[in-house]
């Protein structure tokens, strides 16, 4: 998360309108909910709200896909900073972490540790990452160790802290499993040969994720139009969820795709407290943090969520549109995700008091 937008990318316009949304009907369960699905995509988005997304003229594809597909409408991101999110998601806790310092390593199980335990493929395709398993901070403008390490470099365009693989000490130590962490240019050559994993984690650079750099070519003029980093992001979720569609493993096995971003974006200025209420907006479980001063702004104390935030469903067993009212987070499509393939629960997925499977059509139950 960083205080100031960012923006400047080289993205054509698209010109697909956005209309109002049509009737709402609620998630049901598929025809053969009984299964599960065989491969689950997730696309990690960053820094934009619900506010931000939904009825954009900027985000005309991201938002068709709202109107056609399946829409959480209650989904919000764990806390604050990103990092904290891409950890919470893979790990199931923040583990007290709001920084996005990238020199943190986490020594905890996670996801996949489960799906190894059952036998299940993964992979994490990263956006600018200049070989797998690679190991450093930022690609390119890798700051060294000392320096300001949580600041994004001029140039980087790839960054560790959206990528919580390599950030947990049993992937990035593991040499067999880090080979698995692989550039983003990996994943058309995957689906082209039909061999895409069973669990694919999808993270966009830091242009086309819609946060953009705090300076170099992905920055944006303070107070200037952030469209071009809206385009962007439209243009990579447009070009991404069309390539698995097209591909003969999303036409031949039971798929879906999960498009969310991390969290929301810092309110411009010193925030009043209704925009303090709606940047820490809570979902189950969120940290309860002490007040105090934190990442620079004062916290009077309290659920620290990460704020409202889109989450899109696109499941080829029910490709029509609904709406799931759930109360849910990061945490939620965790424990939606390990239900699939009855893994078990991590963490706050566990806590089935707050933290409910999302009702995706086709989900086992």
């Given at each position: 998360?960083?205080?100031?937008?960012?923006?400047?990318?080289?993205?054509?316009?698209?010109?697909?309108?956005?209309?109002?949304?049509?009737a709402?009907?609620?998630?049901?369960?598929?025809?053969?909910?009984?299964?599960?699905?065989?491969?689950?995509?997730?696309?990690?988005?960053?820094?934009?709200?619900?506010?931000?997304?939904?009825?954009?003229?900027?985000?005309?594809?991201?938002?068709?896909?709202?109107?056609?597909?399946?829409?959480?409408?209650?989904?919000?991101?764990?806390?604050?900073?990103?990092?904290?999110?891409?950890?919470?998601?893979?790990?199931?806790?923040?583990?007290?972490t709001?920084?996005?310092?990238?020199?943190?390593?986490?020594n905890?199980?996670?996801?996949?540790d489960?799906?190894?335990?059952?036998?299940?493929?993964?992979?994490?395709?990263?956006?600018?990452?200049?070989?797998?398993?690679?190991?450093?901070?930022?690609?390119?403008?890798?700051?060294?160790?000392?320096?300001?390490?949580?600041?994004?470099?001029?140039?980087?365009?790839?960054?560790?802290?959206?990528?919580?693989?390599?950030?947990?000490?049993?992937?990035?130590?593991?040499?067999?499993?880090?080979?698995?962490?692989?550039?983003?240019?990996?994943?058309?050559?995957?689906?082209?040969?039909?061999r895409?994993?069973?669990?694919?984690?999808?993270?966009?650079?830091l242009?086309?994720?819609?946060?953009?750099?705090?300076?170099?070519?992905?920055?944006?003029?303070?107070?200037?139009?952030?469209?071009q980093?809206?385009?962007?992001?439209?243009?990579?979720?447009?070009?991404?969820?069309?390539?698995?569609?097209?591909?003969?493993?999303?036409?031949?096995?039971?798929?879906?795709?999960?498009?969310?971003?991390?969290?929301?974006?810092?309110?411009?200025?010193?925030?009043?407290?209704?925009?303090?209420?709606?940047?820490?907006?809570?979902?189950?479980?969120?940290?309860?943090?002490?007040?105090?001063?934190?990442?620079?702004?004062?916290?009077?104390?309290?659920?620290?969520?990460?704020?409202?935030?889109?989450?899109?469903?696109?499941?080829?067993?029910?490709?029509?549109?609904?709406?799931?009212?759930?109360?849910?987070?990061?945490y939620?499509?965790?424990?939606?995700?390990?239900?699939?393939?009855?893994?078990?629960?991590?963490?706050?997925?566990?806590?089935?008091?707050?933290?409910?499977?999302?009702?995706?059509?086709?989900?086992?139950?």
């Amino acid at each position: 998360m960083q205080k100031t937008g960012v923006l400047l990318a080289a993205a054509a316009c698209l010109t697909l309108g956005v209309t109002a949304l049509p009737a709402q009907r609620p998630a049901t369960t598929g025809r053969q909910s009984d299964r599960p699905f065989q491969h689950i995509y997730v696309i990690m988005m960053e820094n934009q709200g619900t506010a931000q997304i939904v009825g954009n003229p900027h985000l005309p594809y991201i938002n068709q896909l709202i109107q056609d597909y399946g829409y959480a409408n209650n989904y919000f991101g764990v806390t604050h900073q990103s990092l904290a999110n891409y950890v919470a998601f893979l790990s199931g806790s923040n583990w007290g972490t709001h920084s996005d310092a990238p020199n943190q390593v986490f020594n905890h199980r996670n996801l996949v540790d489960q799906l190894e335990a059952h036998h299940l493929t993964w992979k994490a395709y990263m956006e600018s990452m200049p070989s797998p398993a690679y190991a450093g901070a930022w690609y390119p403008d890798n700051e060294p160790p000392g320096t300001s390490i949580a600041l994004t470099p001029p140039n980087a365009l790839y960054a560790l802290k959206h990528n919580p693989f390599m950030l947990m000490q049993d992937i990035k130590d593991n040499p067999a499993r880090a080979q698995d962490i692989v550039p983003l240019s990996q994943f058309s050559t995957d689906l082209h040969h039909n061999r895409v994993p069973n669990f694919a984690w999808i993270t966009p650079n830091l242009i086309n994720d819609m946060h953009g750099q705090s300076t170099g070519p992905g920055a944006q003029v303070t107070g200037s139009d952030p469209t071009q980093l809206f385009q962007a992001g439209d243009a990579f979720v447009q070009h991404t969820v069309q390539e698995i569609m097209a591909s003969k493993s999303w036409k031949t096995s039971k798929s879906v795709i999960y498009i969310t971003w991390d969290e929301t974006a810092y309110p411009s200025g010193t925030p009043s407290p209704s925009e303090l209420a709606a940047f820490t907006a809570a979902g189950p479980d969120a940290p309860l943090v002490p007040a105090g001063l934190l990442n620079g702004t004062p916290w009077p104390g309290g659920p620290y969520g990460g704020g409202q935030v889109p989450l899109i469903v696109v499941d080829n067993q029910d490709p029509h549109h609904f709406v799931m009212h759930t109360w849910a987070d990061h945490y939620s499509l965790l424990r939606t995700i390990e239900q699939n393939w009855r893994l078990g629960y991590l963490m706050n997925a566990s806590d089935s008091n707050q933290v409910t499977t999302l009702p995706v059509p086709g989900e086992p139950r």
